[in-house]
């Protein structure tokens, strides 16, 4: 059924203001996704606080275009959602890994990124693929400790093996 103006222009305003308050969101295109792997994906979305919303291509654009961001170079075919953290304080990498991991599931021809935001700015397929293949928020920190770590781990070693000898 078709929606009426009034209709369009509330959807044109939710995306508008989904995507003014993420932290980051991915233009995703899809086809031939059945409805178990969708229902899947979304229950995987919603549990990592991720929304997946599905829209018309040219109500994607009004509210890119109200938003201000540029996307005249980004192809809009096919079905396209959008998938994005809803809220600001969240880890801006992680709409882009979960739908770059689904991706993968389902090959690069049912699921792919089409582009994003990322840090107010409109960037292309490229950079999004990079920006998803950063580890989570919480692997870096964990990363970060094992450096700062390793040094003293390493003197902790050394002078046990001294104290040994020496005994």
């Known amino acids: 059924m078709a929606k009426t103006k009034e209709q369009k222009g509330q959807i044109i305003d939710k995306l508008e203001k989904a995507l003014k308050s993420a932290s980051s969101a991915v233009l995703v295109h899809f086809t031939k ?38 996307h005249k170079d980004i192809p ?9 953290d809803g809220t600001l304080d969240g880890d801006p990498t992680t709409p882009a890994r979960l739908v770059w991991k689904f991706a993968k599931q389902f090959g690069g021809e049912k699921l792919f990124i089409l582009g994003g935001i990322f840090e107010g700015k409109f960037v292309g ?6 920006i998803a293949t950063i ?10 400790v094992n450096v700062i770590s390793s040094p003293m781990r390493g003197l902790v070693i050394a002078l046990s093996a001294i104290s040994e000898k020496k005994q």
């Open 33 to 70: 996704i059945t409805v178990a792997e969708e229902s899947a994906m979304r229950r995987n979305f919603r549990a990592d606080g991720v929304s997946y919303t599905v829209a018309k291509k040219t109500l994607i654009r009004r509210a890119l275009d109200k938003l201000g961001l540029e």
């Open 76 to 84: 809009l075919g096919g079905e396209v959602a959008i998938a994005y």
């Open 125 to 130: 397929a490229e950079r999004m693929r990079e």
């Open 135 to 144: 580890p989570s928020l919480q692997s870096l920190r964990g990363m970060f």
